[in-house]
């Protein structure tokens, strides 16, 4: 092979690799992340419960107010929050949710018989649930089966 053609075929494989390099970039920026943070909107008057998984959305009128509260499940095991309620203003409300107990508990909101918002269940860590919520009455519980009925629940008081 003559020194000429060798050079012909250097830049083909350049540019091949190149094109390929180029191709699995763009792969990997399509892929983007997830947040792990649970997010929902809702208002009170939701008739239907959120799709597989934890978001909702639908529009509100409260706007601007936000109220940042935290709730935590027994660490001793007891099937209990800390609260059984909690008082938030009407708009953006965020709910840090603790569990440092050996069982899986969540935070699920609802109204009216219908999910607004919930966490994944999980043990040992914490989860933030942010909601956007007009004025109402909420019920909160833990959906693990059997931690509601014993006890796992409280009301949520959106002003």
């Known amino acids: 092979m003559s020194p000429h053609a060798a050079s012909r075929r250097k830049p083909r494989i350049t540019i091949g690799a190149t094109i390929a390099l180029s191709a699995a970039l763009l792969a990997l920026a399509g892929c983007g992340s997830s947040s792990s943070s649970s997010s929902s909107s809702s208002s009170p008057t939701t008739s239907s419960a959120p799709a597989a998984g934890t978001t909702s959305s639908t529009s509100s009128s409260a706007a601007g107010a936000s109220s940042s509260l935290s709730l935590a499940a027994d660490p001793s095991g007891q099937l209990k929050y800390d609260k059984s309620t909690l008082t938030a203003k009407a708009g953006k409300v965020s709910i840090a949710f603790t569990n440092q107990a050996a069982l899986a508990h969540n935070l699920t909101v609802e ?49």
């Open 111 to 159: 109204s009216g018989g219908s999910v607004v918002g919930a966490t994944p269940s999980f043990e040992g860590g914490s989860k933030t649930l942010s909601l956007t919520l007009k004025a109402g009455t909420y019920k909160f519980y833990c959906s693990v089966p059997g931690h509601r009925q014993a006890g796992m629940e409280g009301t949520l008081t959106v002003q």
